[in-house]
Nanobody, 125 residues
Framework: QVQLLESGGGVVQAGGSLRLSCAAS????????VGWFRQAPGKERDFVAA????????YYADSVKGRFTISRDNAKNTVYLQMNNLKPEDTAVYYC??????????????????WGQGTQVTVSS
C-alpha cells in the first residue's frame, strides 16, 4: 500500500510562488507515474500536471502551462510541483496521486489508485 503525504501549501499573494511536495512511503514509488490534481470548493477535481515514472515526459493543464513545473527526485521518493506566478483562480486543495508501477501516466483522476490527503493553496488578490 502506497501512502502519499503532500506538504508545502499555504497562503500567498497573487504573483507569488509555492512548491508542493509529495512524499511516498515505499521505494516502488520511483517506478510509478504521479499526477497532481486540484479541487476548488463546489468544483470537480481537475488535472494539473503529471510525470512519468522515469520523468521522461511531463504533462500540464493548459491553465498552468508556463507557470507550474512538475519534477521528481526518485532517490527521495518525492515529486514536486513548483508553482510560480500564482493567480487567485489557482486557489484549491491540491492532491498528489500515484498509479501502480510502470503503468502509463494518466490525466484523469479516476486512473489513479493512491491519493494523498491534500494540501490547501490559497492565493489572495
Amino acid at each position: 500500500q502506497v501512502q502519499l503525504l503532500e506538504s508545502g501549501g499555504g497562503v500567498v499573494q497573487a504573483g507569488g510562488s509555492l512548491r508542493l511536495s509529495c512524499a511516498a512511503s515505499v521505494r516502488t514509488f520511483s517506478n510509478s507515474p504521479v499526477g497532481w490534481f486540484r479541487q476548488a470548493p463546489g468544483k470537480e477535481r481537475d488535472f494539473v500536471a503529471a510525470i512519468t515514472w522515469a520523468a521522461a515526459s511531463k504533462y500540464y493543464a493548459d491553465s498552468v502551462k508556463g507557470r507550474f513545473t512538475i519534477s521528481r527526485d526518485n532517490a527521495k521518493n518525492t515529486v514536486y510541483l513548483q508553482m510560480n506566478n500564482l493567480k487567485p483562480e489557482d486557489t484549491a486543495v491540491y492532491y498528489c496521486a500515484a498509479k501502480g508501477p510502470r503503468l502509463p501516466v494518466g490525466m484523469t483522476w479516476d486512473e489513479y489508485d493512491y491519493w494523498g490527503q491534500g494540501t490547501q493553496v490559497t492565493v489572495s488578490s
